[in-house]
């Protein structure tokens, strides 16, 4: 699967989202950490990423500001496509 592309739950996201650089302070709940909040500047220097990667790295954004997905890398906890998801944004 393409790492630039992700299915997440369309009625938890919503129609008004945007993408951004991440910054300092942005935090999410990564995907299989059990719902553990994670600052996103921790996440990328847990995978080791060289800082010229790290500072080209973008977020998608839910209208309430939080984030869904660390672009190319990891997908909220909160996000995710489940069982009950009725419409999937890909």
Known sequence: ???????LDYDKVGDHFSVRFWK???????????????????????????????????????????IAWVIGYRLSEQYKVTPQTKVILE
Request: charged share 25%; net charge positive.
């Open 1 to 7: 699967t393409d790492a630039l592309q992700a299915h």
């Open 24 to 66: 300092e302070g942005d935090t999410f709940k990564p995907l299989g950490m059990k719902g553990k909040r994670k600052n996103v500047s921790d996440f990328l220097n847990d995978l080791k990423l060289p800082l010229n990667l790290k500072r080209q790295v973008c977020v998608l954004v839910t209208q309430q500001g939080q």
